[in-house]
């Protein structure tokens, strides 16, 4: 229950032409301290609630726990979360062996471009296509409970 990832921002666009899978998401939070944070997520038809706790002081870990929810449930839920919701279209890239999550933001954080990769440990080295940018790994401002609190169209 141990999320291991890197954040990065992008050069360009050219992530789309190499993505085999996209989808919607929308999520809302129903805390968003720093400490923790419990979200709310739709994805299509299925839906989730996740638990993230604070990242270790590399930026790179934190604890994770998710469990699927009933869709109907979760559109209750989005009701009783924080103001502020995060809507984007995640992109699903292969590069060598890892896979890249590319989410392109909307509405309060529409410019926006963030790609993640999961790791299996810290010290794992990665491959980094040509379209990735600088890292930001660890730069709390970039995390989605952030992101709903001082969206990106405010900077």
């Given at each position: 229950?141990?999320?291991?990832?890197?954040?990065?921002?992008?050069?360009?666009?050219?992530?789309?032409?190499?993505?085999?899978?996209?989808?919607?998401?929308?999520?809302?939070?129903?805390?968003?301290?720093?400490?923790?944070?419990?979200?709310?997520?739709?994805?299509?038809?299925?839906?989730?609630?996740?638990?993230?706790?604070?990242?270790?002081?590399?930026?790179?870990?934190?604890?994770?726990?998710?469990?699927?929810?009933?869709?109907?449930?979760?559109?209750?839920?989005?009701?009783?979360?924080?103001?502020?919701?995060?809507?984007?279209?995640?992109?699903?890239?292969?590069?060598?062996?890892?896979?890249?999550?590319?989410?392109?933001?909307?509405?309060?954080?529409?410019?926006?471009?963030?790609?993640?990769?999961?790791?299996?440990?810290?010290?794992?080295?990665?491959?980094?296509?040509?379209w990735i940018g600088k890292e930001v790994t660890g730069?709390?401002?970039?995390?989605?409970?952030?992101?709903?609190?001082?969206?990106?169209?405010?900077?």
């Open positions: 229950m141990q999320e291991i990832e890197r954040k990065f921002l992008l050069k360009d666009n050219s992530f789309k032409k190499e993505a085999y899978d996209s989808f919607y998401i929308k999520q809302g939070y129903l805390n968003s301290h720093k400490e923790r944070t419990t979200r709310i997520r739709i994805t299509g038809e299925k839906a989730f609630i996740t638990v993230k706790g604070k990242s270790s002081s590399s930026g790179l870990s934190r604890f994770e726990w998710e469990k699927t929810i009933p869709l109907a449930e979760a559109e209750e839920l989005l009701k009783l979360c924080e103001p502020g919701q995060i809507e984007k279209q995640r992109f699903l890239v292969k590069f060598e062996n890892h896979t890249f999550e590319v989410d392109e933001f909307y509405k309060d954080n529409e410019g926006l471009c963030i790609a993640e990769v999961e790791l299996n440990s810290e010290k794992e080295k990665v491959s980094l296509p040509a730069d709390l401002k970039y995390y989605n409970s952030a992101l709903i609190n001082k969206p990106y169209t405010t900077w």
